[in-house]
């Protein structure tokens, strides 16, 4: 994170991460969507609509006197492209990993977290903030709460957000969530409101 006391600018970077399909790039498209800045939106995808490489977008916000530059980027999920991952997380301040609420799919969503501790070391979410988006919450069956803790082996601590993200469902809530613990550990105040 960088802070500019002159100039009362903040800029920070947020990775959206998760296993392939989670619902990465719907949860940020809602996001910009929800802002009405869908056209900063910039993203590398196959010819399927497949993310290539990264979605990337820039937010402002306005909080009392200082202005926050939150620098939104997704990573692809596909293994195919993994060693792009890495590059995408450098130098974030925090992480969103959207996980897909298939019961099925918890291996892929184990292997994912294990893939990130290992990006970060195990100490990841005192080092990181990282909030969990559990998403496809409107498809049946989903995993419920405690099921999810335990298969990732998470702390009671975790932020877990059930999102529905091509509804826009609890989207924004995540990014709050996220930043209210970037800014904590920079002690600066809570922003309380999102805008452009
Ligand atoms: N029903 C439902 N479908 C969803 C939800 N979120 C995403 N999808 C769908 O799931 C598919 C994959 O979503 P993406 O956002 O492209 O997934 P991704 O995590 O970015 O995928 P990769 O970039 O390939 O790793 C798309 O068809 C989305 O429309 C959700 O909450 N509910
Ligand atoms: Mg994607």
Known sequence: ???DWSQHIIQTKIVYYGPAMS???ES???LFKHLNILSRL???ETTS???????????ELVHGDWIIQIHIWS???QDYYAETRSTVLAGTDGIVFVADSNPSLIHE???CWEELKGFFGPQLSTNIPVVFALNKRDLWPAINQFDFVNALELNGTSLIFETVATQ???VIEVLQEMLRNILLGSNLAQPKKIGT
């Open 1 to 3: 994170m960088l802070i």
């Open 23 to 25: 619902g990465k790039t």
């Open 28 to 30: 940020i498209r809602a």
């Open 42 to 44: 910039e993203s590398i």
């Open 49 to 59: 609509g497949r993310t290539l490489f990264f979605d990337y977008g820039p937010i």
């Open 75 to 77: 990573a692809t999920g």
């Open 109 to 111: 969503n184990l292997r």
């Open 168 to 170: 826009g469902t609890f």
